[in-house]
């Protein structure tokens, strides 16, 4: 009688993901988890990531350089053509990167567009009631 039977299986060395991704990337660490009948296999755990490109927020950087900010809408025109050339070469994730930098320079030139504005009015309405008080 053969006592092939009772021999434990051969190890299992390949290491193929477990479902097909076609689109999505995958990252993550690698693990082990234990199969029945068989030593622990490494299994890379992953968080879908989606290779969507990011924004420039080109358009965006112009018009905060135009109404709001001229010297920190510059610097999200830099920003904003940098992510604009990473995702032409396909680095996304330095397109990411200028991307999250001019957003947030945007931002910045809005909030001192709006901050001036507010300074502006305040300081117009003052002049206007003092010479409303005093008769002049």
């Given at each position: 009688m053969?006592?092939?039977?009772?021999?434990?299986?051969?190890?299992?060395t390949?290491r193929?993901?477990?479902?097909?991704?076609?689109k999505?990337?995958?990252?993550?660490?690698?693990?082990?988890?234990p199969?029945?009948?068989?030593?622990?296999?490494?299994?890379?755990?992953?968080?879908?990531q989606?290779?969507r490109?990011?924004?420039?927020?080109?358009?965006?950087?112009?018009?905060?350089?135009?109404?709001?900010c001229c010297?920190?809408g510059?610097?999200?025109?830099?920003k904003?053509?940098?992510?604009?050339?990473?995702?032409?070469?396909?680095?996304?994730?330095?397109?990411?990167?200028?991307?999250r930098w001019?957003l947030?320079?945007?931002?910045?030139?809005?909030?001192?567009?709006v901050?001036?504005?507010?300074?502006?009015?305040?300081?117009?309405?003052?002049?206007?009631?003092?010479s409303?008080?005093t008769?002049?």
């Amino acid at each position: 009688m053969d006592n092939t039977d009772d021999a434990p299986p051969p190890p299992y060395t390949e290491r193929r993901p477990l479902l097909p991704s076609s689109k999505p990337q995958s990252t993550g660490v690698h693990t082990a988890i234990p199969i029945y009948g068989a030593s622990f296999i490494p299994i890379k755990q992953s968080t879908i990531q989606h290779t969507r490109e990011p924004r420039d927020y080109l358009t965006l950087s112009i018009l905060s350089t135009i109404f709001c900010c001229c010297s920190i809408g510059i610097l999200a025109i830099v920003k904003s053509s940098r992510a604009r050339e990473a995702n032409l070469i396909g680095d996304y994730e330095e397109a990411h990167k200028y991307s999250r930098w001019a957003l947030m320079y945007n931002c910045l030139a809005a909030a001192f567009g709006v901050i001036t504005l507010l300074i502006v009015i305040a300081m117009v309405l003052i002049v206007y009631c003092d010479s409303c008080f005093t008769g002049s």
